[in-house]
């Protein structure tokens, strides 16, 4: 019946409040009267009048302030002060007209007051009825979705439990908060219990959700509530935090999982300001790789220090699109009412590409370039290392010359800490990359700038695109007739910064989108070991780290990150199922819900990680961020083996690539050959 009533047309709706506001208005006129003479009467045939008047002043003011365009289910505080808005106007005129007109209608004066407030009372009363309906069928139907209890009983829980009751998707059992003012009292019906109440509270109240609506609390405290929450099989979220709520990018009722802040189990890093805009505000900045999820997060970052431009060089076209896009919202909604918000400029090219890289870097003269474009997935770069060293390693190489020829003032290498001792191709072609860069900043400080002659002919680059033998590092100046850009040797040298840092929290590829992704589909968890331990970092915190550390760089400097503790990833999946309120099946307990699988270590996969190859790491500005010293290669004994290795990438010398690399990169532990197109190749030539 109710859905039949309540979900018909609007006019059907309309015409029903209607009738029942003028029932009430008859019902209020009829109980004014009998009250005022004491006795329960008839109406006289002489108040009809009244009676038709009654409604006849009644609707037309209703109509006026649009209460019949209210949905009754959502009536609130406003909607009610509206209407006691509109009785009152009614209340005036009923009683000028019952004092000064009404007397031979036999009404006495008082029912001019008494009626209009029996008739506010009716209306109110109706309204709160209906809107006491949906609820209780809200809560009837939520009874089969789940039992939310809050965590916070400030404004924010509230106002989610007011969301929760709306959308009537949960039972609200009540909240939890450390208030002595609070606990033992109810808030709107919902009653507060104390934090050392809440395991009884979740087995008595059989809880399956719990909220936490607490975006304000210190990332210390909020970590303890979420480990004393671990192991009450209830599946933990979060309202939005304060920025994004001030900022209206969520709203209360838009439930989170945990951040992943909160299973990193420590405070970020926080940025001083400073350092984070030196080298970006109101000059031209260029990001490779810009639609990463490094890259991506370095240009959110970058535009919130106010650059003049912003270059997107990125090789996939729709990771360039998503990027470009938000950026352009995010840098209007940054740039403030009087600021003009900063250019943006996507780019579609490869970093290996050097002509195209070249015009892109002359044509806007970038002071401060980011180099995060890299194939950074281990198995997939250990499956195809020809293509992995040709992209970390020459793709780097090659925007390292442009920034020579060009004389960017700042280049700064996005690093891993997979560069320290490697035992994957990947990890090895990173500590390549930044050999590259230490031996240019060796050779560009000593005035010894590197020829890349030889070079140009392993890569078989044309004559016409290649720089001079010898090239100073120096800008290239901007011919008027369009001829071949000369050297200048007034241009400032380029200072190359490397910065290493460890597994990224919830970018592409990270242990936490994928445990979030088999937890949803049931399981299993897929582990490679267990002992597997990692560093790890969010998202935001790298890429400030990156623009902090370039700031502070001098030249041929390896950046590292005080990161704590490293993480057990078999810790950090069972944190992951109990917070989602369920239980790790495994031996000691056959009747969990999400069991966890070990796989075996992958080709190349390390069971720690290291940040630091030497020892002794300087401290800088910093208080979180450390300088290594680690040993580099001059340039002059360099290229002669980077020209072996592009020979050997060319002629698909896999294990050649391996040997060289054993004796380029310190540390380098060479597992099994797995590239698939070598492994082919030999099944063909001996199935022939």
């Known amino acids: 019946m109710q859905s039949r009533i309540f979900n018909t047309q609007t006019l059907p709706r309309q015409l029903l409040a209607m009738g029942m506001d003028i029932l009430c208005a008859w019902l209020a006129l009829w109980l004014a009267i009998s009250l005022r003479l004491d006795v329960w009467t008839a109406p006289y045939r002489a108040q009809g009048i009244t009676y038709l008047l009654a409604p006849a002043l009644a609707i037309p003011i209703m109509l006026r302030f649009?209460?019949?365009?209210?949905?009754?289910?959502?009536?609130?505080?406003?909607?009610?002060?509206?209407?006691?808005?509109?009785?009152?106007?009614?209340?005036?005129?009923?009683?000028?007209?019952?004092?000064?007109?009404g007397n031979p209608t036999h009404v006495p004066r008082s029912v001019g007051i008494l009626q209009p407030l029996m008739f506010l009372l009716l209306v109110g009363g109706n309204r709160a009825f209906i809107r006491g309906l949906f609820l209780y069928s809200g809560q009837h139907e939520a009874r089969q979705q789940g039992r939310l209890l809050i965590y916070g009983a400030g404004e924010t829980g509230i106002q989610t439990a007011g969301a929760i009751r709306n959308a009537r998707q949960y039972t609200l059992i009540g909240y939890v908060?450390?208030?002595?003012?609070?606990?033992?009292?109810?808030?709107?019906?919902?009653?507060?219990?104390?934090?050392?109440?809440?395991?009884?509270?979740?087995?008595?109240?059989?809880?399956?959700?719990?909220?936490?609506?607490i975006p304000s609390l210190p990332r210390a405290r909020r970590n303890a509530i979420i480990q004393s929450l671990q192991g009450l099989n209830v599946h933990v979220r979060s309202v939005p935090s304060m920025a994004e709520l001030t900022s209206g990018r969520s709203g209360v009722q838009q439930f989170q999982e945990l951040d992943v802040e909160d299973l990193l189990g420590r405070d970020p890093v926080p940025p001083v300001p400073a350092l984070i805009a030196r080298d970006i505000q109101d000059r031209v900045v260029l990001v490779t790789g810009a639609g990463g999820s490094i890259g991506s997060e370095l240009c959110r970052q970058i535009v919130r220090?106010?650059?003049?431009?912003?270059?997107?060089?990125?090789?996939?076209?729709?990771?360039l699109y998503r990027i470009y896009h938000e950026l352009r919202a995010l840098?209007?909604?940054?740039?403030?009412?009087?600021?003009?918000?900063?250019?943006?400029?996507?780019?579609?090219?490869?970093?290996?590409d050097l002509h195209h890289m070249r015009e892109i870097v002359h044509?806007?003269?970038?002071?401060?370039?980011?180099?995060?474009?890299?194939?950074?997935?281990?198995?997939?770069?250990?499956?195809?290392?020809?293509?992995?060293?040709?992209?970390?390693?020459f793709g780097t190489l090659t925007m390292a010359r442009v920034a020579l020829e060009c004389g960017v003032p700042q280049f700064v290498l996005i690093s891993t800490d997979k560069a320290v001792r490697p035992t994957n191709v990947m990890g090895a072609s990173?500590?390549?990359?930044?050999m590259c860069l230490q031996a240019l900043a060796h050779a560009t400080a000593s005035a010894a700038a590197p020829g890349f002659a030889p070079l140009d002919d392993a890569m078989h680059i044309p004559p016409g695109d290649r720089p001079l033998p010898q090239l100073p590092a120096a800008a290239v100046a901007t011919a008027t007739d369009g001829s071949p850009a000369q050297p200048s040797a007034a241009a400032p040298r380029t200072c190359f910064t490397m910065v290493r840092f460890g597994n990224v929290l919830g970018s592409s590829g990270s242990v936490v989108p994928l445990f979030r992704q088999q937890i949803a589909h049931g399981g299993p968890i897929t582990l490679t070991h267990p002992e597997v331990t990692r560093y790890f970092m969010t998202i935001p915190e790298a890429a400030q780290l990156v623009l902090q550390a370039g700031a502070m760089g001098t030249g041929g400097d390896v950046f590292v990150l005080d990161m704590g503790e490293p993480v057990r990833i078999l810790q950090l999946a069972r944190q992951m199922v109990t917070l989602s309120g369920l239980s790790v099946r495994d031996e000691q307990h056959p009747e969990?819900?999400?069991a966890i699988q070990i796989t075996g270590l992958r080709p190349g996969e390390k069971l720690y990680e290291e940040l630091l190859i030497g020892d002794n790491p300087q401290p800088t500005e910093h208080p979180r961020i450390m300088k290594a010293h680690e040993a580099l290669l001059p340039w002059e004994q360099l290229q002669p083996l980077l020209v072996e290795l592009q020979a050997h990438m060319q002629a698909n010398e896999v294990e050649a690539l391996s040997g060289l690399l054993l004796r380029l990169v310190s540390g380098f532990k060479a597992g099994p050959i797995v590239d698939w197109l070598s492994l082919a190749q030999k099944s063909t030539s001996v199935q022939k």
């Open 66 to 101: 649009g209460l019949y365009r209210a949905i009754f289910r959502y009536t609130g505080f406003a909607a009610m002060v509206t209407t006691i808005q509109a009785i009152a106007v009614y209340g005036v005129l009923f009683f000028c007209y019952v004092v000064f007109v």
């Open 177 to 213: 908060d450390q208030d002595p003012a609070k606990i033992g009292r109810s808030i709107n019906g919902a009653e507060v219990w104390s934090p050392a109440e809440l395991p009884d509270v979740i087995r008595d109240s059989e809880v399956t959700d719990v909220l936490l609506a």
């Open 305 to 319: 220090q106010g650059p003049r431009t912003v270059l997107l060089v990125e090789h996939s076209e729709f990771a």
């Open 331 to 352: 840098a209007a909604a940054t740039a403030g009412p009087q600021g003009t918000p900063a250019t943006m400029v996507p780019l579609l090219g490869d970093v290996k």
């Open 363 to 393: 044509t806007w003269q970038p002071a401060t370039l980011y180099h995060a474009a890299a194939y950074k997935h281990v198995p997939m770069v250990e499956h195809n290392p020809v293509q992995g060293l040709a992209n970390n390693v």
């Open 430 to 434: 990173k500590r390549l990359a930044e």
């Open 592 to 594: 969990g819900d999400i």
